[in-house]
């Protein structure tokens, strides 16, 4: 079975660490931005496991993942030093298209480490008369783990809509995000992808090659030249610059998994590599690529 896979919540407001002596307010806010956006395995859109949406029979089943990437990205924009990260996810599946989950991550560089739990519930169905496509609506609600008085999270919930493409060997996603709670943005994902058998073990059992390139379009936060200077009335200084958002393509990412599926068990190995872009003229994002190792397995209810 594929996995529940990892959809990356774009950043509504991204963190610029070239902003911090001049708007420290706002760089607060993003800061919590950041976190409450950090943990990004909760959207179910897996193709393989969704099929068992819409059969005649009664189906229930629980599926368990894990995931630990070697290095942590957001955006394609590197978050720490060399920072690793591991999380999980347990998710209850029903074949008349509903289902729930838990799921939380842990990083090695934040603190706490572990800083949220997102609760998820949504409902996923194929259309009679056309199979290959499939629509999906999910919920999220984030509980955060951080006993500082002064963490306020600007963001308590978001709201998953997707429908999905596919044929025998290809498919495509796309994912509009909304993220509620003191603020209000929306993120965009485009994927395209490919299932390839390398071996065929058994009817289910195979190891197969898993090509993925995906497009995620969010606001991020650009610095741009005042026309004329103000002056700030409470430290009367002078201000050149200003901040504003902008919506527009944030990373492409090129994932080259090979997974392998025996009986309840589905393991795979990828390699992603990060494509990031911004709107903002006065940045340049490096190209990166990291690893994930995943595990999952599915019971049978």
Known sequence: MKRISAFVIVLLIFWNTGLKAQQPNVIDDLEEARLDSLLNEVIFND?????LFGVKQNYQFLYWRSNFDSQTFFAGREIGNQQYNLSSQLFYLHSKGFYAGIAGAWYSQLEPGYGTTVLTAGYARSLKKMKFLRYRLSYDYFIYNNDDPDFDPLYSSGVDLGVTLKSEHFGTR??????????????????????LNLVQLRRYDKIRFEPELSLYFGSELVEYQLNAPIIDPDTNTEIITDFKDVFGLMNLQLQVPLSVKYKSFDFEAAWIYNIPRTMDEGLDYPNNSFLRFSLGYIFNL
Do not use: P
């Open 47 to 51: 193709d393989e496991l969704s099929y």
């Open 174 to 195: 796309f994912d509009t995000y909304l993220l509620m709670g003191k603020e209000v943005g929306a993120t965009l994902s485009w994927d395209v992808y490919a299932y």
